[in-house]
T-cell receptor
Framework: DAGVIQSPRHEVTEMGQEVTLRCKPISGHNSLFWYRQTMMRGLELLIYFNNNVPIDDSGMPEDRFSAKMPNASFSTLKIQPSEPRDSAVYFC????????????FGAGTRLSVL | TQLLEQSPQFLSIQEGENLTVYCNSSSVFSSLQWYRQEPGEGPVLLVTVVTGGEVKKLKRLTFQFGDARKDSSLHITAAQPGDTGLYLCAGARGGKLIFGQGTELSVKP
């Protein structure tokens, strides 16, 4: 079975540019999570969806960040405009809501903003 | 303020040694999970503990959930180079997971 698929795996962009990260959750999973991982702050939850509806976006750093889930098989995390401090590894994870909170992670997108 | 404190943050040991990683909080969690992450990959679930005092074993790894469900430990017996990686604990609360900072383990042959 395919796991959580994220694209791109690596993204290098210049400050001020728009960045879009993509995620395809595991089929049948109805919860989707976006995380950011840095050395300083560890793994932080940015936002999560249940049944395509955003439930908690309190972790989104600021208005430059936005996330959408137009259907059960696709989600995007957009940063506009990007800044060097956004450089991090961004992970998407999916789960079956209520199933002991077990989350399955994608391989991540390593973002470098120059 | 970190809700889940892991210690130590870094651990470098020789093959064959034993080690324990701790995950502590002042808050109660409905369950606690341990993940292992290798470079360039996402975290992978090792175990979930749900009941206070619960002990689970996974080959050379022993996981324990504190009686009050606020803390947990991971003990590895006779560590091997293949155990090298980032170990993360995560507490479940309100449909989401709160992760600790992680313990970077390096096992040298």
């Amino acid at each position: 079975d395919a796991g959580v698929i994220q694209s791109p795996r690596h993204e290098v962009t210049e400050m001020g540019q728009e960045v879009t990260l993509r995620c395809k959750p595991i089929s049948g999973h109805n919860s989707l999570f976006w995380y950011r991982q840095t050395m300083m702050r560890g793994l932080e939850l940015l936002i999560y969806f249940n049944n395509n509806v955003p439930i908690d976006d309190s972790g989104m750093p600021e208005d430059r960040f936005s996330a959408k889930m137009p259907n059960a098989s696709f989600s995007t995390l957009k940063i506009q405009p990007s800044e060097p401090r956004d450089s991090a590894v961004y992970f998407c994870a999916s789960s079956v809501q209520g199933a002991k909170n077990i989350q399955y992670f994608g391989a991540g997108t390593r973002l470098s903003v120059l | 303020t970190q809700l889940l404190e892991q210690s130590p943050q870094f651990l470098s040991i020789q093959e064959g040694e034993n080690l324990t990683v701790y995950c502590n909080s002042s808050s109660v969690f409905s369950s606690l999970q341990w993940y292992r992450q290798e470079p360039g990959e996402g975290p992978v679930l090792l175990v979930t503990v749900v009941t206070g005092g619960e002990v689970k074993k996974l080959k050379r790894l022993t996981f324990q959930f504190g009686d009050a469900r606020k803390d947990s430990s991971l003990h590895i017996t006779a560590a091997q180079p293949g155990d090298t990686g980032l170990y993360l604990c995560a507490g479940a609360r309100g449909g989401k997971l709160i992760f600790g900072q992680g313990t970077e383990l390096s096992v040298k042959p």
